[in-house]
């Protein structure tokens, strides 16, 4: 089993701040990563795949960068709708592993 | 467009059974695999496992392997996740969701449903 550590668990920014989320996994997984976003009371929605390819639709603030085994989520920029929580989640192989979160607040 | 509806929010005793769905429209049922991912009261997102309607070849989670069946209904377009022994700790929210996918083979989540909450309390 892939284990996926994400840090920090808790980020308290406001908005307009360039916000970092990292995702250490336990072994190379090349770029097979995805990043969902969660807000509160509803269903995950995929923001990049492929470690650094935005999903259609989703803003140009957030971006996404690495390989291998660290991988960076950046919002530059944060907007108040970006209240969520943010999770990395590898398909380089079975079973799929989430990182276990990051909660960003808006100050 | 795709969608993924979800039946509604179920509340059973410990020991009981219980199957909840998942109704898949807008794209060729067999033609994707099809999966379910947990969400604990308060905590992250669990991979539970994945279904190919097609054949019906799956993959579990070792955490869930044994706990719970994945199967879908080609006919009906529905996917399900089912117990047959309920424990208080398998209250929680469930989501299913559809991966992409390339020859055959599932990548990552990218349509998900609303989500269900099976609440288990004596």
């Known amino acids: 089993v892939i284990w996926m550590t994400q840090s920090p668990s808790l980020v308290s920014a406001s908005t307009g701040d360039r916000v970092t989320i990292s995702c250490r996994v336990s072994?190379?997984?090349?770029?097979?990563l995805v990043w969902y976003q969660q807000k509160p009371g509803k269903a995950p929605e995929l923001l990049i795949y492929?470690?650094?390819t935005l999903q259609r639709g989703v803003p140009s603030r957030f971006s996404g960068s690495g390989s291998g085994t660290d991988f960076t989520l950046t919002i530059s920029g944060l907007q108040s709708e970006d209240l969520a929580t943010y999770y990395c989640?590898?398909?380089?192989?079975?079973?799929?592993?989430f990182g276990q979160g990051t909660k960003v607040e808006i100050k | 467009e795709v969608q993924l509806v979800q039946s509604g929010a179920e509340v059973r005793k410990p020991g009981e059974s219980l199957k909840i769905s998942c109704k898949a429209s807008?794209?060729?049922?067999?033609?994707?695999?099809i999966g379910w991912v947990r969400q604990m009261p308060g905590k992250g997102l669990e991979w539970m496992g994945i279904i190919y309607p097609a054949d019906s070849d799956s993959r579990y989670s070792p955490s869930f392997q044994g706990q719970v069946t994945i199967s879908a209904d080609k006919s009906h377009n529905t996917a399900y996740l089912q117990w047959s022994g309920l424990k208080a700790s398998d209250t929680a929210m469930y989501y299913c969701?559809?991966?992409?996918?390339?020859?055959?083979?599932?990548?990552?989540?990218?349509?998900w449903g609303q989500g269900t909450l099976v609440t288990v309390s004596s």
């Open positions: 807008g794209y060729s049922f067999t033609d994707f695999w």
């Open positions: 072994q190379g997984i090349t770029n097979n």
């Open positions: 969701a559809r991966p992409t996918s390339l020859n055959n083979y599932p990548y990552y989540f990218d349509h």
């Open positions: 989640q590898q398909y380089y192989t079975f079973p799929r592993t």
């Open positions: 492929a470690a650094s």
